[in-house]
């Protein structure tokens, strides 16, 4: 059974200078344990495309199911309840909360879905290579390992989904390849599906699947 | 370029336009309340000065009272006897003599049917004035006013405040009397006089409400036929001095009347003896005095309201400049990269506040002036109950209070200039995204705590300078109402609170010229309790101040051993007969003079001086009162008793025959339902005050909070995405706003206390004096009111985050 469907999502944005097409039939559908990189210009569409998926945004048109289930596009409770249940995210600038320290930023997201697990947290930052720096704040360490805190966050709640928006836009290129094999490494340890927005084609090496977007569309869809 | 940024500024504050709304509004509320009262303040001294003078319109208050001691007259020789020896005398000191009349002014009882129909006895002072040059009956063009003066013996002018509330009109026939017998007298007039202009029972501060004091003006004739003395008999003489020379006010340190002290002086010296005379200026005259010390007070009080609320505004106002500039660093970071100069960015932060003080200035004002100040003057004309017969003509406080505004609003716009100037471009473009971390201790203290909790507590403590200001503004917001309540509550407590502990006579019945005898005859005929008590003023020797000499048969602090009980805060019960004497004095007259247990003084009546020694110091008077034993005041003064205080058990009818034998008969429930009634008629004043404290805490906490959230936009907004629920945030919030309240309401409370404890500290005066003690009734009420208003702002910020667009915040964070 498929993870999730998109079939012909649409999302216009009406402008004073007329409408905007950001996503313009977008036909998608992604199976368990896919890393799907999505690759596209400026203005492609790409982040609209993930923030439907994420439930973060309204589609204008098109359905969406999740498992089989329809996902609720009216009402921020319950699109935000569909996204703690299945969806982790990860930031371009990490967001963690700087009053918290690393295993407390871990903490909270499991309290917000109304467990604590003192145990699976630390397991999960060993899973990303940072057990030694739990009591740290954030400020107190590298970008790059606040970016592999981020990740173990979004894992904190077992999501199916995970989702990526330039998470090493923010990076160079050694931290971005620590990054991105600590996501990976997590993610198949975890048994989840990735989908990872980004401009920079060096990605697509973690790719299972590797899709193109121009001007709202889907123009290619590669698995490798 | 300046306008460009001026205009990128004014932009950016137009998307806060709420708290800048709130933040005028702050100004303007202020300028309101200082307009208003000194719209009062200047009114009603005014209006005085009006009354006072020497004109047509005017009733020319005499500069110097000469009273006889005990209030027995002079014959008609005697005083111009007097009159003539006082201008044969006269220092030119203080001005030149220009008129020495003799007047006769007695205590009486004026027979009277209550509003169910019941007979009443109601005290009275009855004066005997014609034309006269001096100290004239007050009869302005007026609805309060009507008929003409006295003119025959049977004729009678009732004074405005008593006609109204007892419903007595011109043409009305009354019953009175002054000691020889009830006559009729016709009401011919309905007007004011001096010394009742504010009317009240001698003695007392409490405003006289129906039934319990009247006072009217007869001619020399018909007040010597009412009384029974002989014609010309005076037991005052009224001195009017050329050019009215100051006198010494008792709301000051210093002697503004030393000259006019020196002739005063001289004539007590010189006469007080031979004439059995006692001589006082206008500090004297109760009326005179509080009403002065009214408006004085409220003079004094406008700029200090204005600048409290000027403050939590200008607090305001900077809070939210330095939010706006954490805002914007970003942004003049840039600008700075770019080249723009510190001098361009500064002028609009000072602008801003500026701008924003002007509007609240202009709108308080004008709101002052056109509602506020007519709303104070029906206050002034209801509860004085006196015509405001002359308009404005000095608006100077109008330009002290907007002055006081603008300059807290200008200044509190200097520091965020400041800081926007000198932000260095490379630190803010560097650390953009960092955020300021709560202190290593909290860190410590709170990491056992669940990290919901934990993010709480340090949340709300990451901007201490916002909370400490926060803090500050609520404290003072609850000042303006929370001293309104405590000075509610301690007058309650002193007034009514202290009839339940310290009164136990249910009747006090004022002596005529028949003495005590008859009464005390009629107690024990009747099987009533009671004792006999004197109460004359007098003053301390070296000292312009008036008192009351209150003499007690029994000394006790309970009911048990005494009909009239004292409340001692310090000291011992005087002994009898001691030498000195032993006397109590209350706390008012003690903070004054400067006395203490042990201290020494001189005190006179009239003629005679006699040697004091303060044996303790009592508390809840409001008037200034010396307590002797009795017996040591007859011995002093010569009066056995001027009141007999009854305990009449209930159902014995006493007003008629009481009557008879007294000229005046106060009765406890009658001072009881006085004081209820003025409570609550100063509710809807109280209620107002209350409103707008209230009102300027949910302003400030408001915007703090407000400020609080948009500052966490990006956690909030972060916390939404990866799918906390709007409860689980709302129960973040609900404990952040629990803290900030509890802390608040808990520093506010004691700001309250304390503020208002030094407020009327630098308030009082010798004619109003008493002191606010904690109330924790009220203090816990005051931290209840800022907790709720702290909590019911949960579900704005719930709201607001609901509200949140997160696909732009994502562009944000993303």
Redesign the interface.
Known sequence: MPLFEISNLKRHYEMASGAVKALDGVDLVVEPGERIVLLGPSGSGK?TLL?CI?A??IPTDGGYTFESEPVPAKG??KM??F???N???V???F?L?????VL??I???Q???GG?DVERAMDLLKLVGLSEEV?R?P?EISGGQQQRVAIA??LA?SPKLLLG??LTGNLDSETSSMVMEALIRACEAEQITTIMVTHDESMKKYATRLIRMDSGRIVSDERL | MGLLLLKRLLRSLWRTRLRLVAVVLLVAIGVFAGVSFGAYGKTASTIYASIYSDTDDGVNLPDLWIESAGGAPWGEEQASNFCGELRASWNDLSGGLAACEPRLKVDGVMFWDDESGEPSVVSAIWHGIDEGEVHRVWMPEHEFVSGRLAAANDEVVIDSHAASMMEISVGDEVEIGAGSGRMTFSVVGVAFHADHLYFALPGSIMPATAGTFVTGYLTDEGLERLGGYSQGDANYLLLDIEGTPAYDLLSTEINEGEQLNTVLEGIRDEFGEPYGAMVYDRSGVESVEFLRADSEGAEKSYPVVTGMLAIVAGITIFLSLQRLILSQQREIAILRTLGVPKGSIMPGFILAPIVLGLIGVILGAILGLYVGAPMMMGVFEEMLGLPVVVGLSDFSFVWVNCSVAMVIAALSGIRPAFIAARLQPLEVLRSE???K??YRWL?RFT?KL???L??SL??TI?KPMRLMFTFMGVGLSMLIFGSMQMMMDSIEDVTLGGMDRNIGWTAQVALGNQGDAPVVAWATDNNVEYERSIQLPFSVVGENKQLVATGLDQFSTDLDGSLSAITLSVGEMPAVSSTPLEVLVDEGTAHFLGWEVGSLGTVGFGASEVDVSVSGITTGEMARTMYFHRSDLEEVTGIPATSVLLAIPEGLDFSQDLGALSVGITEISGLRETFTTLMNQQQQFFNAILFLGVLIAIVVLFNTLLMNLSERD??LA?????????W?LGSMLLVEHLIIGVVGGILGAFISLYGAQAMIASSVQWAFFFKIEPNWTIIYSLITTVVVISVALVPFGMWRI?KME??EK??T??
Do not use: M
Request: charged share 25%.
């Open positions: 982040t923030n994420a973060l945004d921020s409770e935000t309840s996204r703690r249940a969806i982790g995210y930031f371009q600038f967001n909360l700087q009053d918290l320290t407390e930023n903490l909270l997201i309290e917000l879905s604590r009591n704040f400020s966050r979004s709640k928006d330039e | 995204h960092s955020v971390l709560s860190q990491h669940p990290p919901a934990a993010l340090r949340s990451r990006l956690e972060t916390l939404r995405v990866l799918g906390a629920s709007i689980r609901s997160l696909v994502v562009k964070l993303g």
